[in-house]
């Protein structure tokens, strides 16, 4: 049974999936205003356009994929107006880290020990996010979109505005930093080496 458009209401959304729909942008937007508003948005355009809500999918399916594009205007808007006051990336640099199909040339250890271990791990998840939330906001967006919401380098480098070779670097930087805090505050006192 699918909801009538009359059903549909904006105080239902935040009280069911208000919680969801702001711990989905900050863990994309890292500022906890900046997914206010990613979530403020959001609910003002699914209310404007509720006449689409067919139902095939849940309401919260719906509000997140209107959320996700919320998010990746913010990002393209970021972009633009970054574009105009950075010229600071050097290119070659860039390049001189990755071959010809856009692999990294400085390949990384191999973790040992379990990773489903520390996957299950409610402890291991804090320090995981602390260790996201200190890098920067460009190398995180490009982390988040791959390795969590799955997105293809293509779409992310659309969505950035940022060339592939640029999308590796950013990705490479983000695993590096993250394997380098995880390593200090969580593996070495665990007693594991990754």
Same mark, same amino acid.
């Given at each position: 049974?699918?909801?009538?458009?009359?059903?549909?209401?904006?105080?239902?959304?935040?009280?069911?999936?208000? *919680?969801?729909?702001?711990?989905?942008?900050?863990?994309?937007?890292?500022?906890?205003?900046?997914? /206010?508003?990613?979530?403020?948005?959001?609910?003002?355009? #699914?209310?404007?356009?509720?006449? &689409?809500?067919?139902?095939?999918?849940?309401?919260?399916?719906?509000?997140? $994929?209107?959320? @996700?594009?919320?998010?990746?205007?913010?990002?393209?808007?970021?972009?633009?107006?970054?574009?105009?006051?950075?010229? &600071?990336? *050097? =290119? /070659?640099?860039? *390049?001189?880290?990755?071959?010809?199909?856009?692999?990294?040339?400085?390949? $990384?250890?191999?973790?040992?020990?379990?990773?489903?271990?520390?996957?299950?791990?409610?402890?291991?998840? =804090?320090?995981?996010?602390?260790?996201? $939330?200190?890098?920067?906001?460009?190398? #995180?967006?490009?982390?988040?979109?791959? /390795?969590?919401?799955?997105?293809? $380098?293509?779409?992310?480098? @659309?969505?950035?505005?940022? &060339?592939? &070779?640029?999308?590796?670097? %950013?990705?490479? %930087?983000?695993?590096?930093?993250? %394997? /380098?805090?995880?390593?200090?505050?969580?593996?070495?006192?665990?007693? =594991?080496?990754?």
């Amino acid at each position: 049974m699918t909801k009538t458009n009359h059903e549909l209401t904006p105080e239902s959304w935040v009280e069911q999936h208000g *919680d969801y729909l702001y711990r989905f942008a900050l863990g994309r937007t890292h500022n906890p205003a900046d997914a /206010e508003e990613a979530v403020q948005n959001t609910l003002l355009s #699914a209310w404007q356009n509720r006449d &689409s809500f067919a139902g095939t999918a849940t309401e919260r399916t719906w509000l997140i $994929s209107i959320l @996700k594009n919320k998010i990746h205007d913010r990002f393209r808007t970021q972009i633009k107006e970054q574009e105009k006051f950075d010229n &600071s990336v *050097d =290119v /070659e640099e860039l *390049d001189a880290l990755f071959d010809e199909n856009g692999h990294g040339k400085i390949p $990384s250890a191999a973790w040992t020990g379990d990773p489903n271990d520390a996957a299950e791990n409610s402890e291991f998840w =804090v320090i995981f996010d602390e260790c996201a $939330s200190k890098l920067p906001e460009r190398t #995180a967006n490009v982390f988040t979109m791959k /390795e969590v919401d799955q997105m293809t $380098s293509k779409e992310i480098c @659309k969505v950035l505005g940022i &060339s592939p &070779s640029n999308y590796w670097v %950013r990705l490479h %930087r983000a695993r590096l930093k993250l %394997r /380098e805090c995880l390593q200090f505050n969580w593996f070495q006192d665990k007693g =594991v080496n990754p």
